[in-house]
């Protein structure tokens, strides 16, 4: 059976950086692409990044120039690095792992405190 398992959420300041890890288990034939998503308080989740089985990668609006997606196949990882954070970044951020089925990671917190 297939397991997410996020990490590197936290609290942070204003201008801070975090890095977000999403480690995968079990057996998973073939992976199309990775996501990362986050859900506000009273808001839709919405999608942050993808990375794509080829490598390609896309970013919401908001995020780009300060977050990086990347992936590393043999540890079947995939990792937000989020840099000049801002309050309006925080959420909970869950990874998603797109294949025959989908899956989704239990959800970090990712605070940003001016």
């Known amino acids: 059976q297939v397991q997410l398992v996020e990490s590197g959420g936290g609290l942070v300041q204003v201008g801070g950086s975090l890095r977000l890890s999403c480690a995968a288990s079990?057996?998973?034939?073939?992976?199309?692409?990775w996501g990362w998503f986050r859900q506000a308080p009273g808001k839709q989740r919405e999608t942050v990044a993808v990375?794509?089985?080829?490598?390609?990668?896309s970013y919401a609006d908001s995020v780009k120039g300060r977050f990086t997606i990347s992936r590393d196949g043999a540890k079947n990882t995939v990792y937000l690095q989020m840099n000049s954070l801002k309050p309006e970044d925080t959420a909970v951020y869950y990874c998603?792992?797109?294949?025959?089925?989908?899956?989704w990671g239990q959800g970090t917190q990712v605070t940003v405190s001016s």
């Open positions: 990375i794509t089985g080829r490598g390609s990668t």
């Open positions: 998603k792992v797109y294949s025959s089925r989908d899956y």
């Open positions: 079990g057996s998973i034939f073939s992976i199309n692409a």
